[in-house]
């Protein structure tokens, strides 16, 4: 790496570093900046996590008396149960549902950037709008029960939005319709990029399009698979627009979620030491996803490097 | 008889994938038909139904009527307010990122790799964790509750999006190119200007779109850091249906609702395929 200084006739040369100091804050500058506000700001919502902080942050230690207390809260306690449930009702349905379009649409059918455009188009609209929406297709007394009942079916009953125990499962429908479409988007890249060749040879073996599925392409899909999961559940346990739009924690706080409690923690009751320590716990949830992701990429990274 | 069971076949994947479709559409149809049809017409019958009387003038009402808390100024404020948020966080995000992935990427400087490793990290730790101190660091330099604090926390925020996403675009630029051009006497900025961004249009199509439709729709700190007329849409809505929680305005709402999505779903709609590429590449890395 050599710099050549040019020094043009009639002007002074600049020492080195001021001739290229535009350059160092341009790029150390908003880099620094985001790098050093994620690892300070987290840790400073750790350190804040074992003071006694209530409405301003304070100094102090009380160790881990703030995790025990938000572990110990039916609040937390219900959105830690809801957010397992949901968490996986979600994940595993999304990935069916964007299995399923994929492989249909993968079909050569006509109208295939249509039909792609309309299963993704929910992604493209904010979690507020998303769960408004859904919050009034499902109200009993104004959506599709309403509807079933104004065409003459009076015993039909769909009143999950104002059922305890059903209310969590108004949010897995209202996540699947918004963010399927993005597990399908990337099943449908996995799937074309199949080898073509491998394809036509089993064709000519006998295989029918079932076995080639099952033998030859889902296989091959594994690697996108475990990517969509990690993805949705990150997204599952930061969930937080939609349930605010939709059912907004409850009836009562049956739908209460991680990223829900946290909030109120914070800045409903001013609890912020509590607060914090939820945000730390959320965050430990989502280690325990990541970490083996990270580890089993590591390790991917190994092999086709070894190859 | 193989000629059937194929015709068969392809009638039932065409019937699947159409229903499937329809009822993706149905929540979209719902809402623009209830954003034509009075508040009257939804309280009589369901949310689900054609309007008998086209009730246009939701739309004007949602955009400058209806009152949310003592101001009656609809929804244009805050649009406004979105509009002065998303439109320079996606510019500054953008640039910021597109020189620092050219940075990381084709410049190479001491700790770049840690750098950048630690840049990526924002795409996985949850906006949780840092709440608490945007709120304290935004109250210290006078930017809480002000337009100008969101742009700047998605600025910095966008920094992990943008800069990932430009960098895994230009480590597919031939190195030779800048070698060839810094031998030329070129330094970091004519090289960025001249060579990297003339190719850049591609990715910067697709992050611009990705900042924008995630600044636009986000939430969480519309209402933790801004409240009252400095809210973004998103923040608005909420506020809007908590208002109307007494005396539904469903008609207003869904106009309300309509209006709120049109910016993102016409950016998708003419950018669809770089919506895509945008998504694709935030989940390769």
Not at chain 1, 27 to 37: D, E, F, G, K, N
Not at chain 1, 56 to 71: C, D, F, K, Q, T
Not at chain 2, 25 to 43: D, G, Y
Not at chain 2, 116 to 121: N, R, S
Request: hydrophobic share 55%; net charge positive.
């Amino acid at each position: 790496m050599s710099n050549a200084v040019s020094i043009r006739p009639g002007r002074p040369a600049l020492p080195e570093w001021v001739r290229r100091l535009p350059e160092y804050l341009m790029i150390w500058v908003p880099l620094l900046l985001s790098a050093a506000h994620l690892v300070s700001f987290s840790l400073w919502t750790v350190w804040i996590s074992f003071t006694p902080s209530t409405l301003v942050p304070v100094s102090g230690w009380v160790g881990l008396r703030n995790y025990s207390a938000v572990a110990a809260s039916r609040n937390w306690q219900i959105a830690f149960d809801n957010l397992l449930l949901f968490g996986s009702a979600f994940v595993l349905l999304s990935l069916v549902t964007g299995l399923a379009l994929a492989i249909l649409l993968d079909q050569r059918i006509r109208g295939e950037n249509v039909l792609r455009s309309i299963f993704l188009y929910p992604l493209a609209v904010s979690f507020v709008v998303t769960g408004t929406v859904w919050s009034w297709l499902l109200n009993p007394g104004l959506g599709i029960q309403k509807l079933v009942h104004d065409l003459g079916w009076a015993s039909f009953k769909f009143d999950w939005l104002i059922d305890r125990d059903m209310a969590i499962w108004t949010i897995v429908i209202a996540a699947i319709w918004q963010s399927s479409g993005f597990a399908m988007a990337l099943f449908l890249a996995g799937l074309r990029s199949v080898d073509a060749d491998i394809i036509k040879a089993a064709q000519i073996d006998g295989a029918g399009p079932v076995r080639i599925y099952r033998r030859i392409i889902l296989p091959s899909l594994w690697p996108i698979t475990i990517t969509v999961v990690v993805i949705q559940l990150q997204f599952a346990i930061s969930t937080f627009d939609l349930v605010r739009a939709l059912t907004n924690g409850g009836p009562g706080i049956a739908t209460q979620l991680p990223a829900l409690v946290v909030y109120d923690l914070m800045f409903q009751r001013s609890l912020l030491g509590r607060g914090a320590a939820a945000a730390v716990l959320m965050l430990l949830i989502l280690l325990a996803v990541l970490l083996p992701y990270a580890a089993w990429r590591y390790v991917q990274r190994r092999r086709a490097a070894h190859a | 008889m193989r000629e059937r069971s194929f015709v068969a076949s392809r009638i039932l994947i065409y019937l699947v994938v159409l229903l499937i479709a329809a009822a993706w559409l149905a929540p979209l149809a719902v809402v623009v038909l209830n954003s034509l049809r009075s508040n009257e017409e939804i309280a009589q019958g369901s949310m689900i139904g054609w309007p008998q009387h086209w009730a246009w003038s939701n739309y004007l009402t949602a955009w400058s009527g209806f009152c949310v808390a003592e101001t009656c100024a609809g929804i244009r404020p805050y649009m406004l307010n979105s509009a002065l948020v998303t439109i320079p966080a996606t510019i500054f995000s953008t640039l910021l990122g597109a020189i620092a992935g050219y940075a990381v990427s084709l410049w190479r400087f001491r700790g770049d790799t840690w750098i950048y490793g630690i840049v990526t990290l924002g795409l996985f730790l949850p906006q949780q964790m840092r709440l608490l101190p945007w709120t304290i660091v935004l109250r210290d330099i006078g930017l809480i509750n002000t337009l100008a604090g969101l742009v700047l926390i998605h600025t910095i925020q966008g920094l992990s999006f943008t800069t990932l996403f430009c960098r895994n675009y230009y480590v597919a630029i031939p190195h030779e190119l800048i070698r060839a051009a810094r031998i030329d006497g070129a330094g970091f900025f004519r090289i960025f200007w001249r060579i990297i961004l003339p190719l850049s249009p591609p990715i910067l199509v697709v992050t611009v779109i990705w900042q924008f439709t995630h600044i636009w729709n986000e939430f969480l700190y519309g209402v933790t850091f801004t409240s009252g007329q400095q809210q973004p849409v998103t923040a608005a809505l909420i506020a809007l249906s908590a208002a109307v929680a007494d005396i539904p305005q469903h008609g207003v709402q869904s106009a309300a609702v309509i209006i709120a999505a049109l910016p993102t779903l016409l950016i998708y709609l003419l950018g669809g395929k770089y919506f895509v590429r945008g998504l694709t590449a935030g989940a390769v890395k």
